[in-house]
């Protein structure tokens, strides 16, 4: 009997094999993951493990990021705050310790020795005021605004000159909030003059832009309905669409295209009579035009009408820029005639003359002012309808007057004008047109005039506000032959007094109204056709702390009591303004504090939804590593028991 060969028994299911071989994989992998979650605390690596999951700690983190910044930013600007509240403190003390000085150096029981130690006390203070507005943190001075890499005050002798801008650093501390980090130096020192400013009323021309009218708002151009009716051709409707116009000039040119074909026709110019809007002419008959689709077109553009001869557009107020033309200025009558005239600026001890006869621009303009190197800050207002000059010196006088023409008037920046108030002459002390008499009783204060003729006249000014009314009131007095105007050249009033006879001197006597009208004196010339020329009594200064230190300092070397009397009061309200700075900003640093109180919650909030969604639940993955560990030897052990193989399982 033969014995075949041997076959195998109970072999291995390569089947079962496989199975365990994946199980046992799968179950190392969710061990190692496991592993890796208790080591890290992450509930998933890779986004594909868990995407919603993942987008949401994506965005979370991103929040968390962003807060963290705002933070920063926070912290950046409480530093910068503080820092610039304290030199403010700084300054505050020392108004206060210049009100003292005030108030030491009047009256007749101090001596001209006492007084020039006081003026040296000042002019200490004030280099000690200017340190503290050149205060430089973190790498920037606080008050020169957006100039920050440069000290923004620079003293000169007795006078301070502001170097910086009025632009506020804006930064974010939260989601849609800013706020500014900085005072600038304007804002704490009041640094500049007002600005010197009138409407010029810039008149339209036809390169005007759209976007600059309606005081610079401009409009949305659109589709208009254009109806021409000359009575002699058919009548034609056009629906013209001027929303690629950018000018004045575009819109003629859009519109006249529509009926070129004509007839009829439609002229499109400037209004002669307004200069300020459109006028619309038919070669015939009538022109209609009307808005479609319930827009506003032809309304925002003024010559929205029924059928007429001629359509004269409202005043569409154009806003003044840099191109706009010195000729377009008041309605279109220009600023007069510039040649052998121009402009005359005082700055202190500089005297300038500004040559306008190249300027053709408010561009041109500006850049002959700046021709002059004096310091001195010009632009457009902020209502856009006229300039705005400022002197940046403080303890120097500023004035704009006439150079023998009309053009510092016709620019709107004459610093004395028939508008000027009497009140505001000599630094607000005014003109005395009333006084009190010895029973307290309120009297008039009279001009008094000696007149070539050797005739006297004593011109009643009270009830007068203006300057224009004191000089038409001289005008009145003999109409023609005695004549008050505005200086020629340079600032002031000018009295002439020509009857054609008399040559005697022009004397206007001295007493307080014709002190402060700047007119006291005599013209003494045998020439009756020379006038009285008086003297600029409302020159411009800052009203901050650094005028009122300097003018303190030559007020106490000069024993002038007037003039520390209203400098007590100038001290007085800004000792209250550096206060009221202080408070607002207080009131940001508040701001501040509570908003990181509320980022401070958020970031609570944003890290507890973070860790629901990434965090991993160390409880969680501890036990889940027990069972997994049970799985695994339990896999082991199924193996080991499929695979331990003997002879008896190949018989």
């Given at each position: 009997?033969?014995?075949?060969?041997?076959?195998?028994?109970?072999?291995?299911?390569?089947?079962?094999?496989?199975?365990?071989?994946?199980?046992?994989?799968?179950?190392?992998?969710?061990?190692?993951?496991?592993?890796?979650?208790?080591?890290?605390?992450?509930?998933?690596?890779?986004?594909?493990?868990?995407?919603?999951?993942?987008?949401?700690?994506?965005?979370?983190?991103?929040?968390?990021?962003?807060?963290?910044?705002?933070?920063?930013?926070?912290?950046?600007?409480?530093?910068?705050?503080?820092?610039?509240?304290?030199?403010?403190?700084?300054?505050?003390?020392?108004?206060?310790?210049?009100?003292?000085?005030?108030?030491?150096?009047?009256?007749?029981?101090?001596?001209?020795?006492?007084?020039?130690?006081?003026?040296?006390?000042?002019?200490?203070?004030?280099?000690?005021?200017?340190?503290?507005?050149?205060?430089?943190?973190?790498?920037?001075?606080?008050?020169?605004?957006?100039?920050?890499?440069?000290?923004?005050?620079?003293?000169?002798?007795?006078?301070?000159?502001?170097?910086?801008?009025?632009?506020?650093?804006?930064?974010?501390?939260?989601?849609?909030?800013?706020?500014?980090?900085?005072?600038?130096?304007?804002?704490?020192?009041?640094?500049?003059?007002?600005?010197?400013?009138?409407?010029?009323?810039?008149?339209?021309?036809?390169?005007?832009?759209?976007?600059?009218?309606?005081?610079?708002?401009?409009?949305?151009?659109?589709?208009?309905?254009?109806?021409v009716d000359d009575g002699v051709n058919p009548a034609a409707t056009r629906n013209v669409d001027l929303a690629g116009a950018r000018t004045i000039r575009d819109i003629k040119t859009v519109l006249e295209a529509a009926f070129a074909g004509g007839p009829p026709t439609l002229a499109v110019d400037i209004d002669p009579a307004s200069r300020s809007g459109?006028?619309?002419?038919?070669?015939?008959?009538?022109?209609?035009?009307?808005?479609?689709?319930?827009?506003?077109?032809?309304?925002?553009?003024?010559?929205?009408?029924?059928?007429?001869?001629?359509?004269?557009?409202?005043?569409?107020?154009?806003?003044?820029?840099?191109?706009?033309?010195?000729?377009?200025?008041?309605?279109?009558?220009?600023?007069?005639?510039?040649?052998?005239?121009?402009?005359?600026?005082?700055?202190?001890?500089?005297?300038?003359?500004?040559?306008?006869?190249?300027?053709?621009?408010?561009?041109?303009?500006?850049?002959?002012?700046?021709?002059?190197?004096?310091?001195?800050?010009?632009?457009?207002?902020?209502?856009?309808?006229?300039?705005?000059?400022?002197?940046?010196?403080?303890?120097?006088?500023?004035?704009?007057?006439?150079?023998?023409?009309?053009?510092?008037?016709?620019?709107?920046?004459?610093?004395?004008?028939?508008?000027?108030?009497?009140?505001?002459?000599?630094?607000?002390?005014?003109?005395?047109?009333?006084?009190?008499?010895?029973?307290?009783?309120?009297?008039?204060?009279?001009?008094?005039?000696?007149?070539?003729?050797?005739?006297?006249?004593?011109?009643?000014?009270?009830?007068?506000?203006?300057?224009?009314?004191?000089?038409?009131?001289?005008?009145?007095?003999?109409?023609?032959?005695?004549?008050?105007?505005?200086?020629?050249?340079?600032?002031?009033?000018?009295?002439?007094?020509?009857?054609?006879?008399?040559?005697?001197?022009?004397?206007?006597?001295?007493?307080?109204?014709?002190?402060?009208?700047?007119?006291?004196?005599?013209?003494?010339?045998?020439?009756?056709?020379?006038?009285?020329?008086?003297?600029?009594?409302?020159?411009?200064?800052?009203?901050?702390?650094?005028?009122?230190?300097?003018?303190?300092?030559?007020?106490?070397?000069?024993?002038?009591?007037?003039?520390?009397?209203?400098?007590?009061?100038?001290?007085?309200?800004?000792?209250?303004?550096?206060?009221?700075?202080?408070?607002?900003?207080?009131?940001?640093?508040?701001?501040?504090?509570?908003?990181?109180?509320?980022?401070?919650?958020?970031?609570?909030?944003?890290?507890?939804?973070?860790?629901?969604?990434?965090?991993?639940?160390?409880?969680?993955?501890?036990?889940?590593?027990?069972?997994?560990?049970?799985?695994?030897?339990?896999?082991?052990?199924?193996?080991?028991?499929?695979?331990?193989?003997?002879?008896?399982?190949?018989?």
């Amino acid at each position: 009997m033969s014995i075949g060969p041997l076959l195998p028994g109970r072999l291995p299911n390569s089947l079962s094999a496989s199975r365990l071989t994946s199980s046992l994989r799968q179950t190392t992998q969710a061990m190692q993951r496991l592993q890796d979650q208790a080591a890290t605390g992450q509930k998933f690596f890779l986004p594909s493990e868990s995407p919603t999951d993942a987008i949401r700690t994506i965005f979370l983190q991103k929040t968390l990021e962003r807060k963290a910044h705002f933070r920063q930013s926070l912290a950046t600007d409480r530093s910068l705050l503080v820092a610039s509240e304290a030199a403010l403190a700084d300054v505050g003390e020392a108004l206060s310790r210049a009100k003292a000085l005030i108030l030491a150096g009047t009256g007749d029981n101090v001596s001209d020795a006492e007084r020039d130690a006081l003026a040296v006390e000042v002019g200490a203070l004030l280099r000690q005021v200017v340190g503290a507005a050149n205060s430089k943190f973190r790498g920037r001075y606080l008050f020169g605004g957006s100039a920050s890499q440069q000290a923004p005050f620079d003293i000169q002798g007795s006078t301070v000159v502001y170097r910086g801008d009025r632009q506020a650093l804006q930064s974010f501390i939260d989601a849609g909030l800013s706020i500014a980090n900085n005072v600038d130096g304007q804002q704490a020192f009041r640094g500049m003059t007002a600005p010197i400013s009138k409407d010029v009323d810039p008149a339209l021309s036809l390169d005007t832009r759209i976007a600059d009218l309606h005081g610079g708002r401009g409009l949305v151009l659109g589709e208009i309905a254009v109806t021409v009716d000359d009575g002699v051709n058919p009548a034609a409707t056009r629906n013209v669409d001027l929303a690629g116009a950018r000018t004045i000039r575009d819109i003629k040119t859009v519109l006249e295209a529509a009926f070129a074909g004509g007839p009829p026709t439609l002229a499109v110019d400037i209004d002669p009579a307004s200069r300020s809007g459109l006028r619309i002419t038919p070669s015939g008959g009538t022109a209609t035009i009307a808005d479609v689709n319930g827009a506003r077109v032809a309304a925002d553009l003024g010559i929205a009408a029924a059928a007429q001869a001629v359509v004269n557009g409202g005043d569409l107020d154009p806003f003044l820029t840099l191109q706009t033309n010195l000729a377009d200025l008041n309605g279109g009558t220009g600023i007069g005639a510039t040649a052998a005239a121009g402009l005359r600026i005082v700055l202190g001890n500089a005297t300038k003359t500004v040559d306008l006869s190249a300027a053709t621009t408010v561009e041109d303009l500006f850049n002959a002012i700046r021709q002059t190197g004096l310091p001195l800050d010009f632009g457009i207002n902020d209502a856009g309808n006229g300039l705005a000059i400022a002197s940046r010196a403080s303890g120097a006088d500023f004035a704009i007057g006439e150079n023998g023409g009309t053009n510092a008037a016709g620019l709107g920046i004459r610093t004395f004008d028939g508008d000027t108030l009497l009140a505001d002459l000599n630094g607000g002390l005014g003109v005395p047109v009333e006084r009190r008499d010895e029973n307290g009783d309120l009297i008039s204060a009279p001009l008094e005039i000696t007149r070539r003729d050797g005739s006297d006249i004593a011109i009643e000014l009270q009830g007068l506000r203006t300057v224009q009314e004191v000089i038409d009131a001289i005008n009145a007095v003999d109409p023609g032959v005695l004549v008050a105007s505005q200086n020629a050249v340079g600032n002031g009033i000018s009295i002439l007094d020509d009857d054609g006879v008399s040559a005697g001197p022009l004397i206007v006597n001295d007493n307080d109204v014709a002190t402060a009208l700047g007119l006291a004196g005599t013209e003494s010339g045998n020439d009756p056709a020379v006038p009285l020329v008086g003297s600029d009594v409302n020159p411009q200064r800052p009203a901050g702390v650094f005028a009122i230190l300097t003018a303190l300092e030559a007020a106490l070397r000069s024993g002038d009591d007037r003039t520390l009397s209203r400098l007590d009061d100038l001290a007085d309200a800004e000792i209250a303004r550096f206060s009221a700075l202080r408070g607002e900003i207080g009131g940001r640093l508040q701001l501040l504090d509570n908003v990181e109180g509320r980022l401070l919650d958020d970031d609570i909030r944003l890290q507890e939804a973070l860790s629901r969604h990434f965090d991993a639940d160390l409880t969680e993955v501890v036990t889940r590593v027990a069972a997994t560990q049970a799985a695994l030897q339990a896999t082991l052990q199924i193996a080991a028991s499929n695979q331990q193989l003997n002879l008896f399982n190949f018989l």
